[in-house]
């Protein structure tokens, strides 16, 4: 079959795809990866065929000329349904409109849209597989008929939001598909949806922002309760386009503790502002009798005023390489950080605090296998005993190495992939659904 993916022009928000795609290739389907130009090199060098659309989204810079006030209204925000006294209507109507003009649409824009749709039909994909906020993916889909799937690689806080918004919005039950009931005239995502899907002639239902399934590669003691159905997924890490090289002092064994320290890719190539002070995180570990890796840029290196002796500064190294030698990780609360450290078994200190990062690690904590500790709340001596607390009580340990079962039990993107045929041919308006079919025992 033909399956066409589709990100956003983000590292961070297309880089959980990349296994999915190479074992869908493996297996012999033909797949095209389509996203702004600025994401083709991305798209390359991870082996894939890339299909640049429209012209390059302008999010970098609506946050650089906003400032960090556009995230004000999130920063430090439980985004969970069930946290009583957090998604309130006023909190809710915000977000929908504010996440609308300044991001949904912003990178999901007319020329986006337009050329994507524009492949789909010259190209007659039988599934689109979408980044979980690319909702020109299930446009492209329902214009052409298309099966159509979420693909997530982060705890799905969106779905459960978007549920409580339109409850608060129209009272009462809702529809069984979760199409939504009576004219909400204050819906942003809704119209604008609406209006995008009725350029082509395409009536508007919820379907184009849950998608027909959902895959999802977070283990199940971190996924929100599903109205939908979910295929589950084994998490494999993939660390983006820089070069994956171990190094020679990475053979040998650690005669410390060793630490990693990571404040992510994603501020490093976009004007999202990182709200962990480098220097602090440095100078909480100094002293301690551990062997630290902080992969830090070279503008991160430049707002550094000291570097303690047991300290290695590297600009780059792959996550899945060095994390099995660590016996802690230290991060700035990123999901591919996160589900990196989750899947090796590490006890994570999280410094969430904005979006998901939050609720990851609140829940990581919960669960006794990492610590939360929000972004404003950082001092010296708070990180610096929170590790202490992870290297020195073996019960984060077995909590993490618990997680890495739990998330090793998921089917591997291999085989996923004859889900993905089954449920194709079941979505797909021009194919033939099989008579007496059984959903896969991967489906829940």
């Not at 400032?67 to 977000?95: I, K, Y």
């Not at 599903?226 to 084994?234: E, I, K, L, Q, Y």
């Not at 070279?298 to 000291?306: D, I, K, P, Q, S």
Request: hydrophobic residues 45%.
């Amino acid at each position: 079959m033909r399956v066409l993916l589709t990100s956003f022009a983000m590292d961070a928000h297309f880089n959980g795809s990349v296994p999915l795609a190479w074992a869908l290739r493996a297996a012999g389907h033909e797949v095209r990866v389509a996203s702004q130009p600025a994401l083709t090199g991305s798209i390359t060098a991870a082996g894939l065929t890339a299909v640049p659309v429209g012209a390059d989204h302008g999010l970098d810079e609506m946050v650089k000329g906003v400032g960090d006030s556009v995230l004000s209204h999130h920063a430090n925000q439980s985004l969970d349904p069930d946290a009583p006294g957090q998604l309130t209507p006023a909190f809710l109507t915000g977000w929908d409109t504010m996440m609308t003009a300044t991001f949904f649409a912003l990178v999901n824009d007319d020329p986006m849209v337009d050329g994507l749709v524009a492949f789909a039909r010259d190209w007659k994909p039988d599934l689109v597989l979408w980044e979980p906020f690319t909702f020109a993916g299930a446009v492209a889909a329902k214009v052409t008929g298309a099966a159509h799937a979420r693909l997530l690689s982060f705890p799905d806080m969106f779905l459960p939001m978007r549920r409580a918004f339109l409850t608060q919005l129209a009272p009462g039950p809702t529809a069984g598909d979760g199409e939504r009931r009576g004219a909400h005239t204050e819906d942003s995502l809704g119209q604008w949806l609406e209006w995008t899907l009725g350029r082509y002639g395409v009536p508007f239902d919820e379907e184009a922002v849950t998608g027909q399934w959902s895959v999802d590669q977070v283990p199940r003691s971190f996924r929100p309760p599903s109205d939908g159905p979910t295929v589950g997924m084994r998490y494999i890490p993939y660390n983006g386009p820089l070069p994956a090289v171990v190094p020679d002092w990475l053979r040998v064994p650690p005669t410390r503790p060793r630490v990693c320290v990571t404040l992510g890719l994603t501020a490093r190539t976009s004007e999202f502002p990182n709200a962990v002070p480098v220097d602090l995180v440095l100078k909480a570990i100094e002293g301690l009798d551990v062997e630290v890796v902080a992969t830090l840029g070279a503008e991160e290196r430049a707002l550094l005023t000291h570097v303690p002796d047991n300290v290695r500064l590297v600009d780059h190294i792959p996550l899945h390489a060095l994390l099995p030698t660590c016996a802690a990780i230290v991060h700035h609360g990123g999901a591919g950080t996160w589900s990196t450290a989750l899947v090796e078994g590490v006890p994570q200190i999280a410094m969430g605090w904005i979006w998901d990062a939050i609720e990851r690690a609140r829940r990581q904590q919960e669960l006794g296998a990492g610590l939360h500790l929000p972004s404003h709340e950082v001092t010296v001596e708070g990180l610096r005993s929170r590790l202490v607390r992870l290297l020195e009580e073996p019960s984060f340990a077995a909590a993490a190495a618990r997680l890495r079962t739990e998330a090793a039990s998921e089917p591997t993107p291999a085989e996923v992939v004859p889900v993905l045929e089954r449920l194709t041919a079941q979505h797909h308006a021009h194919g033939r659904r099989r008579p007496g079919g059984t959903s896969p025992s991967c489906v829940s």
